[in-house]
C-alpha cells in the first residue's frame, strides 16, 4: 500500500514539475511543500527494517576499528578492490566481471601513523535505496563511515556519480552538505512558535506549520538560523539523516586524454587516479587524511625526547582536555597544565590549560597535581 502512495506522489510531483520554475508563489509553494513531507515521511516507513523478518538476510557485521572508517562504495567493476588491494595489505578479489565482491571486505589503511579502516563494499546498482543487489546493506554501512570514498569510472562520464548520489540521497545520506541552522524541539502544548533570525524567502510561518501537520506534530518550536528551504526543514523533521564528507575518485584515468583527467582533476572533493598503473595513490590519501581531519600529537616525559614514533591521532580542533582522555580518563582530574610546543602556540614552550586547542604534530608534556 505504501509503494502505491508513494509512486502517486512521485507521479503527482513530476506532473506539477513547471510550478518549481522560479517567480510561483502562493498556494502552490505550500502544495508542494506538503507533497515532499508526505513524500519523505512514506520513504522512511519503506526503508525501514520489516518487524516481521520477511526482509531477513546475511548482513555486514563488521567490528569497527582503527582511528576512523571509511566506505569505498560505486558500481561494478570500477576498481573497488583493486584499489583495497593496492593501498592496504589486504587481498580482495578482482576480476573482469561484474559483482566480484559479494560481501564486505575490511582493509587498513596505514597512514602518517594512523590506522584507517578501508571497507570495500559489493557494488551499488540503480535501485539500492529499495534494496536491489542486497543495496539496503551496503548503504546501511556506508551510514556508520566518517568518510564515503566514492569510486567512479572515468570513461563513463558523470552518470555514475548521479546516480550514486541520489541512491545515497534517497536514504538520507548528504554528501558534502552542512547540516540545517535549524532548531527544532516538539513541545507538549502552546502550539507552533515559529521565529528567524535572519530574512526567509524559501519558507513562512505557513508552510512550516502545514509541513509540521502532515507528520502529525500541532506544538512545536521551530528557529531558523538561516534561510533554508522545504527539503532541508523535512530533513531537520526525520532527525535520521546523516551529513558526511565525500571524496570523488576517477579511476582508470589511462584510458582517456589527458584534457579530460585535468577537466576532472579541477573539480572540488575530486582525485583522479589509475589504479593498475599505481598513479596519484599517494595523493589521494593526502586528501583522504584531510576528509577525515585527523592530526598527530606527541608526547614527551620530562628529561627525556618527543616521543615520535607512538603519536596520539586525534580530530582537528580538539584540545589538550581531549589528550589526556586519549591518554587516560584519570588524568584529566588530577590535571595542573601542560607544556606544548608547536604551530598552536605563540611561542614555544607555552604553558596551557585544558581548553587550548592542539594542531597537527604539536609536542605536549602533561604536568599532574
Not at 570513461?155 to 534517497?170: H, I, S
Request: include cysteine.
Amino acid at each position: 500500500m505504501r509503494k502505491v502512495q508513494v509512486s502517486r506522489l512521485i507521479y503527482t510531483l513530476w506532473k506539477n514539475r513547471w510550478l518549481y520554475l522560479p517567480g510561483k508563489r502562493g498556494a502552490t509553494e505550500y502544495h508542494l511543500g506538503v507533497l515532499k513531507a508526505k513524500l519523505a515521511k512514506y520513504r522512511s516507513e519503506l526503508l525501514a527494517p520489516s518487524k516481521k523478518g520477511g526482509d531477513k538476510g546475511e548482513g555486514f557485521d563488521v567490528l569497527k576499528s582503527g582511528d576512523a572508517r571509511v566506505a569505498l562504495i560505486g558500481f561494478p567493476s570500477v576498481g573497488k578492490s583493486t584499489l583495497l588491494s593496492t593501498i592496504t595489505t589486504t587481498q580482495s578479489e578482482c576480476a573482469s566481471y561484474e559483482f566480484t565482491t559479494l560481501t564486505c571486505i575490511p582493509g587498513v589503511i596505514e597512514y602518517k601513523g594512523a590506522n584507517i579502516q578501508l571497507l570495500d563494499l559489493p557494488g551499488i546498482i540503480e535501485g539500492a535505496a529499495q534494496g536491489k543487489g542486497r543495496g539496503r546493506q551496503v548503504i546501511a554501512v556506508a551510514r556508520t563511515a566518517d568518510v564515503v570514498l566514492m569510486m567512479l569510472d572515468a570513461t563513463k562520464g558523470d552518470v555514475q556519480r548521479g546516480l550514486l548520489e541520489a541512491e545515497l540521497e534517497a536514504v538520507g545520506i548528504r554528501l558534502n552538505k552542512q547540516k540545517p541552522n535549524i532548531y527544532f524541539k516538539v513541545k507538549k502544548a502552546g502550539g507552533l512558535s515559529f521565529n528567524s533570525t535572519c530574512p526567509l524567502t524559501r519558507v513562512d510561518e505557513k508552510l512550516v506549520q502545514m509541513i509540521l501537520h502532515e507528520y502529525k506534530l500541532f506544538n512545536a518550536e521551530v528557529l531558523f538560523r538561516e534561510d533554508c528551504t522545504a527539503d532541508e526543514l523535512i530533513d531537520v523533521i526525520s532527525a535520521n539523516r546523516v551529513y558526511m564528507p565525500c571524496l570523488y575518485v576517477y579511476n582508470k584515468i589511462d584510458q582517456i586524454s589527458i584534457e579530460e583527467v585535468d577537466k576532472l582533476a579541477r573539480r572540488p572533493n575530486t582525485c583522479v587516479v589509475s589504479c593498475n598503473m599505481k598513479l596519484n595513490l599517494d595523493y589521494l590519501l593526502e586528501m583522504l587524511w584531510e576528509k577525515l581531519s585527523l592530526i598527530r600529537v606527541y608526547t614527551k616525559k620530562p628529561g627525556e625526547p618527543p616521543d615520535f614514533a607512538g603519536g596520539l591521532i586525534l580530530r582537528r580542533g580538539c584540545t589538550v582536555e581531549h589528550v589526556c582522555h586519549s591518554i587516560h580518563r584519570s588524568i584529566a582530574q588530577h590535571f595542573k597544565y601542560a607544556i606544548v610546543w608547536g604551530t598552536s602556540t605563540k611561542y614555544s614552550p607555552q604553558r596551557v590549560g585544558l581548553h587550548h586547542v592542539m594542531n597537527d604534530e604539536d609536542v605536549i608534556r602533561i604536568v599532574k597535581k
